[in-house]
């Protein structure tokens, strides 16, 4: 499997530019690579300090207010992209599906006793692609250009992957 890093970089790049154009006055805490790994979808995510407040004040005035009062959940609020007003700005596809099914085919050619186990290695390889590329975004002049807060975080994260995981493996793959 090779995943084009350069092409990502060049989506990131391109989606930003044209985010900022339209948004030039904000100032953001975090970026992500909000992903669905297993279809090789990048979806590019920002938010602000006031969006967040804005979430945070419509969840503790709604139907289950008494769940958004703790530290721990306001802190999932902020960093969980689906909570975020500038989410899936754009998106890219790595691989079309018939592209995965035959990269996945070519990976594992034989019967695999597990196929469920092989596919999951391979979207994990898909998604330490991500985050390097990710990683390469942030090296960029593009990203550079982004408004950031003081506390400012950037993090690759998958469906359904716990933020603290993304977040870390993303500072790991920085240490390299």
């Not at 503790?60 to 992209?81: I, P």
């Not at 998106?91 to 070519?106: A, G, M, P, Q, R």
Request: aromatic share 18%; glycine share 2%; hydrophobic share 35%.
């Amino acid at each position: 499997m090779k995943v084009d890093i350069e092409s990502i970089v060049k989506f990131a790049i391109k989606g930003v530019e044209n985010f900022l154009q339209e948004n030039p006055t904000l100032t953001y805490y975090a970026f992500a690579f909000d992903c669905n790994a297993e279809y090789a979808e990048i979806n590019l995510c920002l938010n602000t300090e006031e969006a967040f407040a804005e979430t945070v004040a419509y969840y503790q005035n709604g139907k289950y207010r008494e769940r958004y009062q703790t530290e721990e959940m306001l802190q999932e609020v902020k960093y969980n992209t689906g909570d975020w007003k500038y989410k899936c700005f754009d998106t890219y596809y790595v691989f079309s599906e018939d592209e995965l099914k035959t990269i996945f085919k070519e990976i594992y050619p034989n019967e695999v006793d597990d196929d469920y186990l092989a596919w999951e290695l391979f979207v994990n390889e898909l998604l330490n692609s991500f985050t390097y590329s990710i990683i390469k975004f942030s090296e960029t002049e593009t990203f550079k250009k982004i408004n950031k807060t003081a506390d400012f975080k950037f993090y690759c994260i998958d469906h359904e992957e716990e933020i603290a995981d993304s977040i870390k493996r993303t500072e790991l793959f920085q240490e390299k």
